[in-house]
């Protein structure tokens, strides 16, 4: 299996920055696309930014300008450096990948914890 760990949320006040990272580890063959998704309390999960093994990114309209994705292949682990931060920004951030485990033939997508970002006014 593979197992991801994220780190780096916590409370900050609007305008500031955070740098959210996440590492996979495990049995690991390859990881595709990586992504990261939020969840506001009564608010549907969605995807705030998303990179492929090529690099190419996609973000939502949201956060253009203010979030960047990236990863480094060589640790298994992506980020995302989040700037200009606001109170609706507020949700706890989860990472995820669609990866092939050296014990499983198909790619499956695999959730980390989560980690909680609190934007103060």
């Known amino acids: 299996q593979v197992q991801l760990v994220e780190s780096g949320g916590g409370l900050v006040q609007a305008g500031g920055s955070l740098r959210l990272s996440c590492a996979a580890s495990?049995?690991?063959?390859?990881?595709?696309?990586m992504g990261w998704y939020r969840q506001a309390p009564g608010k549907p999960r969605e995807l705030v930014a998303a990179?492929?093994?090529?690099?190419?990114?996609n973000y939502a309209d949201s956060v253009k300008g203010r979030f960047t994705i990236s990863r480094d292949n060589a640790k298994n682990t992506v980020y995302l450096q989040i700037n200009s931060l606001k109170p609706e920004d507020t949700a706890v951030y989860y990472c995820?990948?669609?990866?092939?485990?050296?014990?499983?033939?198909?790619?499956?997508?695999?959730w980390g914890q989560g980690t909680q970002v609190t934007v103060s006014s």
């Open positions: 495990g049995s690991i063959f390859r990881i595709n696309d």
């Open positions: 995820n990948c669609n990866a092939k485990s050296t014990i499983a033939t198909p790619y499956l997508n695999y």
């Open positions: 990179i492929t093994s090529g690099g190419s990114t």
